[in-house]
Structure formats: C-alpha cells, structure tokens
C-alpha cells in the first residue's frame, strides 16, 4: 500500500475532505441557500427565470395519487427522464431513450413495461432516492441528445461537465464520462472516468478511473488526450453565472452540451467532490487561495472568466 | 468590537479544556479523589424501612443501630424523619436512634439508609461470658428437658459438640418424643427452646442479629444467629442450617442480647430491609467516608443521587467517550461509518452483550434481515410500511434467537434483547438502499467502518479507567466538550487521503 505525506499534499495545494466543509463550504456557503440547489425543480425554476438553458422539463408527479396520470402526461414522448428532485449521487435516474408498443427501453438496451415505470415514479415520490429518506417529487425530463462527438468516451451514460466555481470564479472542471463499471452513472467513485479539462481552453488533460491514470476509455478503447470541447466559453459563462443565481461561495455546476440547445445545467452540487484535483493532477486549494487574493470584487461574468483563464491555464 | 470565530473558537475550546481540568486536579489534589480506579471493593446499600400503625398517645421509636464488627465498615448514614423530633445517643456504648411524636394518625414509616463493606475479614472481639439464666420450667417440662440435656451430653464432650448435635437433631423430621414435647409448646419459639436447652446444659450464649445480604432483595428482615462461649471462645452457629461459624454474606447488626427495635404507641410494628449491592473502588469509598457530608461540589456530584440513577449516569457519561472515537475516526482517519452515531448505540449494546457475542448477534440478524428486506423490496411496498415491516420481522429474528439459544442452553446468546431493536432494523433498511445502490462493496465499507468504529468505542467504554473517569471526574466531560469544538476546527488531511492521492504530482515534479 502507498501513502503520501500531508507535507507533500500542502506542498500542491491539495484540498482535503476537512479543509473544503470548514474553510469553503462552512465559510461561502450559506445553509439558507442550500434548498435551492438541492432541490432540482427549483434550481431548474430560478434557472429559467434568468434565461438560462436547461432540459426541458415534460411534467411533475408530485402524490403517490398522481402516479395515475402518468401515462397522460407523458404522452407520445419516446425519450425521457424520470428522477426525483432532491436526490444524490445519480440516485434514483431512470433514462428512457426509446419506446417499442407498450415497452420501454433503457439506456442498456433492457426493457421495462408501463408498470415498472409507475413503480419507479412512486419509490421516489415514497423518497427511497432521496437525502434522509423524506418525501419526494418525481420530475420528468426530456432526455438530452448530447453532442455526438463525445459519444465515443462514454459507455451508456450522458457525459458532463463539473466546473468549481469560487465566488463566480471557474476555478477546476473536469468531464464525467460514464463506463460499465459506473453502470451508466457518472460518478467517480463508483468508477466512473473523470477528465481534467483546462479552463483555458477546454482541452482534456489528464484521465483518472479509480483516482490512477489512464490513458483510454476501458470500455471504448477511445484516448482521452486529444479531447478539446467546443462551445468551452459558453460552457464556463454559463457555468459562473449561477453564481449570481444561488449566492453560493463554492459549488460545482454539472453541465451537459446538447446536439441543438449547446451547453445546459443538468444540476448543481453544494459539495462538489475533491476527485477533480486527481482529473486535473493539481491542487483545488491553491487556486481558491490565488482568487482569495484578487482584490477586485464585483466583476462581470466575463470578466471573471477571463481573470480565471489567464490564472489557471495550464 | 466583534470578535472572528477563529478566535471564538481558541477562547471557547480554551476556558472550556482549562475549567474540565482544573475542576478535576482540584478533587484530586485538594480533595484527594483518586485519578486512578485501584481496587475494587463490594458496598451494600441498606434502606431499613420501620412501618408502624400509631395507636392513640404519643409515639416513641427507638432502634439500636448497627455497630461497626467483624471488619465491616460503616457510612454514609441518613435518616429520614418527617415530623418527629429525632436524636442519636449513646446508651451503654450502642448507639440508639430515636424517633418521638406527640400524635399520628396514619401508618408511617421511618427510613434509615447507610452503606457497608467489609474492609477485612477479622473474628468478633472476644467479649466475656454473660452470666446463665436457668430457665424455670413446669414440672413436666423440667422432666423433658432434663432427658434432652442428658441424651446430648452422652455424645457429646463439649459445649461446642453439644450444641451442634443439639441444632442437628432439631433439624431431623424424627426428633424425639421429648424434643417435640419442648417444641409443642406454641409459646416457646425454636429459637427460644434452643436457648433453654442451652441454659439447662450450663453452656453460656446469647443471640446475634443481622441481616443476610442479597443483591436486589427489597423485604429481607432480621436473622438470629447463636453464640455459645465454651470457656475461652466464641462459636457462632446458624440455627436454621446447623452450621458452625459466622456466614460470609451476614452482616451483624447486634451481638448479645437485647432488642434491636422498640415502638411505644404503635403496633404492627415491622423492620425490612432493601438491599443493592454495587462496586466500587477501594480509594473512592474511603475518600466518600470522610468527605461525603462536608463539600458542597461532592453534594452537588452524581454520588448525591439514589442508586438507581447514578447506575443510568455512569452508562450515560460513558457516550461521550463513544462519541469523541467516533468523531475522531471520522475527521482524523476518515473511516466511513452508516450514520454518525449509530456505532455509539452498537457499542451501548456491546457493554451489555459482551464483544464477541454481540458482534455475532449484530452480523447475525443484520445478516438475516437483509435476505429479508431484499425479498421486501420485490414487493414494492411503500418506504414506512417496508420499515415497519422490517421492525416486526427484526423482532420476531431477536425472539427467535432467544428462545431457540435458551432451549440449546446457550445463554450468552439471551443477551440479544440488549441490542437497540430500531437501531438493527434502521442498519438494515441503510445498508439494503446502500446494496441497491452503491453496491455490495460499499456495504462491506461502511458495515466494516461502523463495527470498527464500533468496537474501538466498546474497548474504550468498558475499561476501568475510562468507567472510573467519567464517573467520578464527570467535569472532564467539559474538557472533552472543548476538544470536541476544536476537532470541528481542523483542517487538516484525513488519513484514508494520505492514501487516496497517492498518484497525485505530475510525474515530472
């Protein structure tokens, strides 16, 4: 077994599990504003009132009663997704991207009738999904056509984008790629693949499965080194710009880029996980210093972008 | 002027960390409660209770109370007298309790609580022979008693052999025609024929008073043993069993003759007794006999409280321990536990099922409630319809396991019912979501993090310094509050990401 010293993470600028809940969650995030986040109808709300482009959201069961009207309000709808509006970690994300006669079809190609649906919109409304176990709304979803070119470093998953944003700062992003060990899910440490993207210019940097480097995808076989992201600018504005919307000192963004609407927030996490520092194979800690140490305040979106281009390139 | 939380949080966890320990070397310097535990020694708790029903006229009760023999020790004495005007005096070197009231009307009793412990075994002082009443018997009687005595003597060559030959035969169904000719006479006791006997053979005796001590009994009354001196010694003998020599569990009460309670203007009049047998440090009870009565901090302490609840106290005061373990294996090592504090009520259960058995127990239902709720989960049941059905069926398992363990003998496994029944069906509703979830691994994880953590608290709870500690210095309670605040403050990396970022630098830094 190898270990590192803590002399050695200070020396990087590593953030840890204690540092990032007292000194950035503890210190920039107020609890009040939490509900927002945690909560995906309501940021989904607050995002559009500011005009910014999320999935399209198809309906919302909100009673175990309203389970019934399922099948009215989805419709003729091929291609959806049902998840709960408070849940973590991917739970409770059922992805259909196709309908043959009375079955559905999922991601991994396996069927579901109309009833294991329903079964599913009530476990989430019964809060199996959700923080704590309390009670949930179920929402329903369009289900986002993303971006052919990424197709290849995924396996049965959507890829996104998690940027860090510090006091509106993008300070560290880093693209999630599903693989069969993740089940679809993208999550790190369920073995999913992250990659460092440089804020920059949006090129990947480095791969991680497991917090070690690799080199390729180990379900496409597709190299990871020569991603470059198109629409990076966008992705980042849109990304810093909820800052304005939720007041949070420290979150992450999960951004999807769409094949027609381009980059749009999936979600947004209050405690976003230290796994990015491996994808990028740098330390989260000394970047949060260097935009503690900016003495201007009150800057435009773009020009907060530009500021944290020009200090995190790599 | 406002003062940042950093330097909040340094004042705070100081004054805090500072008052626990000074408070603490204060008792043990000044008052000299021992830091250690040291020996242990067993302390009986007496509650005699005096019920009486008052007849018309003044009441007066006195009671010779207990004097300190045999290496038993005495203190911590209380009485309780509500309404009576109440002294303790000195009457030819007993020390009499008396209680007096110029009317009542209702049936009352009178407490009086004090502890004991036998500090060494050493033999009853050696006091003299009191003189030999004959007893004055009617003609018949003098004629049985006569043939008894000489029947005795004949197997016996001393006072000590005749008496045993004497509690012998009164212990046989067949005792003799004259024995039970003594024994008829319903105004005669056992007792008093056997002090007859006595008499008449010349051998000097008298009684002595106590009590058998048994843990938990709330009615036991006074026992009479008898004392015989065969010139030069002492012998005491247990009338109701025959056997020689003073019993190890008898505390005395009153040796030699006379009454130990009497009631003037009252009847029905009864002395019980309620007993609790407890274990403490040598050092602690020493330092309570002298000191109990005079500080106001010891007055204001835990020891102040019944029994009942200092046992609750002294389980109470262990969670703290339990916590700070969990709390430091969570932000220093960074171990995964299934909830924040669920391996503190493991480890509770732990104290009372013992290590090994209990973890048997816990993987065991768990283990068994998991196969269960994995078939529930099939049956799309609503989420507190499936806990609720979790609860019944982790009872049922924990009825199961008790009764089947009792048939087969296995008595340890009984102490299942000590295992928190919500606690299991919470751990096992966590851990199948998790399974779903995350997976079995994950499950592995947290289950094996949280037994861990778990039985770390265990060993920590049930050593005697730590039990010794909490309970006699409960200030430093206050200490641990303020490192517990200071831990909230740290910063610094977990262990388990010494490991987790090994890879991490550039391969060419």
């Known amino acids: ?314 | 002027m406002k003062i940042s939380p950093r330097l909040q949080i340094s004042l705070v966890t100081g004054i805090l960390i500072t008052f626990g320990l000074a408070l603490t070397l204060y008792k043990n310097i000044e008052l000299g409660f021992p830091l250690s535990p040291g020996q242990q020694q067993t302390v009986w708790k007496v509650e005699s209770k005096i019920s009486f029903e008052p007849i018309d006229g003044p009441v007066n009760i006195s009671m010779a109370l207990p004097q300190a023999q045999a290496g038993w020790q005495l203190f911590n004495e209380h009485f309780a007298s509500s309404g009576f005007s109440f002294i303790v005096q000195d009457k030819q070197g007993v020390r009499q309790a008396e209680w007096a009231r110029r009317s009542l009307n209702q049936k009352t009793t009178l407490h009086y609580k004090f502890e004991i412990y036998q500090s060494n075994t050493i033999d009853l002082e050696n006091i003299p022979a009191p003189n030999i009443i004959t007893p004055e018997l009617t003609p018949d009687r003098l004629t049985a008693m006569k043939s008894v005595v000489s029947s005795l003597k004949q197997h016996s060559n001393s006072p000590v052999s005749f008496t045993q030959n004497l509690l012998e035969k009164l212990l046989l169904d067949d005792i003799g025609q004259n024995a039970s000719f003594l024994l008829a006479n319903k105004e005669n006791s056992k007792l008093s024929v056997i002090m007859d006997i006595l008499a008449f053979a010349n051998v000097p005796h008298h009684t002595v008073k106590g009590i058998f001590l048994e843990d938990g009994r709330r009615r036991q009354t006074i026992d009479t043993l008898i004392e015989i001196h065969d010139g030069k010694h002492w012998h005491i003998f247990n009338p109701s069993s025959g056997e020689k020599g003073l019993p190890e569990n008898f505390f005395i009460w009153q040796r030699g003759a006379g009454s130990i309670l009497n009631v003037m203007g009252g009847k029905d009049s009864r002395l019980e007794f309620a007993l609790v047998k407890n274990t403490l440090p040598l050092k602690t009870i020493l330092f309570l006999e002298q000191h109990v009565q005079e500080q106001l901090l010891l007055d204001f302490s835990i020891y102040s409280l019944p029994v009942e609840q200092q046992g609750v106290f002294k389980g109470l005061l262990l969670i703290p321990v339990g916590a700070l373990v969990v709390v430091l294996l969570r932000v220093l090592v960074g171990i995964r536990t299934a909830g924040t504090f669920m391996p503190i009520l493991i480890a509770l259960a732990f104290v009372q099922t013992t290590l090994l058995t209990g973890l048997f127990i816990f993987l065991l239902v768990v283990g068994i409630g998991l196969w269960i709720r994995y078939y529930l989960s099939y049956l799309n049941l609503l989420l507190v319809a499936r806990i609720t059905a979790v609860v019944i069926v982790v009872i049922l398992l924990m009825a199961t396991l008790s009764i089947v363990s009792y048939k087969l003998d296995l008595d340890q496994l009984l102490t299942v019912t000590f295992l928190p029944i919500i606690i299991l069906a919470w751990t096992i509703e966590r851990m199948s979501i998790l399974w779903e979830e995350e997976g079995g691994h994950e499950v592995l994880i947290q289950g094996s993090g949280s037994l861990f953590a778990a039985t770390l608290s265990y060993l920590l709870m049930s050593a005697e310094l730590v039990k010794h500690l909490t309970f006699n210095f409960p200030e430093l309670m206050i200490s641990l509050l303020g490192f517990v605040l200071l831990l909230g403050r740290y910063t610094g990396y977990r262990l388990v990401e010494l490991h987790r970022f090994r890879y991490l630098g550039r391969p060419d830094e």
């Open chain 1, 1 to 314: 077994m190898k270990w590192t010293t803590p002399s050695k993470l200070r020396r990087q600028g590593i953030l840890g599990m204690n540092s990032r809940n007292v000194d950035f969650i503890g210190r920039s995030n107020d609890r009040h504003l939490y509900p927002l986040v945690d909560n995906k109808l309501k940021t989904k709300k607050a995002a559009l009132q500011l005009g910014m482009s999320v999935p399209s959201l198809i309906g919302v069961i909100e009673t175990q009663h309203d389970v019934k009207l399922l099948k009215q309000r989805l419709g003729d709808v091929k291609q959806f997704v049902i998840k709960p509006a408070q849940g973590s970690g991917g739970k409770g994300i059922l992805v259909i991207t196709d309908r043959q006669g009375d079955h559905y079809i999922k991601t991994s190609s396996a069927k579901l009738n109309f009833r294991g649906i329903e079964r599913h919109t009530s476990n989430i409304l019964s809060g199996l999904y959700s923080l704590g176990g309390r009670t949930d709304v179920a929402m329903i979803e369009a289900l986002i056509s993303f971006d052919p070119a990424l197709s290849k470093y995924t396996y049965e998953g959507v890829p996104d984008i998690r940027v860090i944003i510090y006091h509106g700062y993008p300070v560290m992003a880093m693209m999630r790629c599903s693989t069969h060990a993740s089940d679809g899910k993208a999550n790190l440490h369920q073995g999913a693949v992250g990659v460092g993207i440089d804020i920059a210019y949006g090129h990947s940097l480095y791969a991680v499965q497991n917090d070690r480097i690799i080199e390729k995808h180990p379900d496409t076989d597709c190299h990871f080194h020569d991603i470059k992201l198109a629409n990076w600018d966008k992705v980042l504005q849109l990304a810093s710009s909820c800052y304005e919307m939720t007041k949070l000192g420290y979150f992450g963004a999960d951004i999807v880029l769409d094949k027609k609407k381009g980059p749009v927030i999936l979600e947004l996490n209050a405690r976003p996980g230290l796994a990015i520092q491996m994808a990028n194979q740098t330390g989260l800690k000394k970047r949060l210093k260097a935009i503690d140490n900016l003495c201007q305040q009150n800057l435009s979106v773009d020009k907060r972008i530009q500021l944290a281009q020009h200090l995190f390139s790599n």
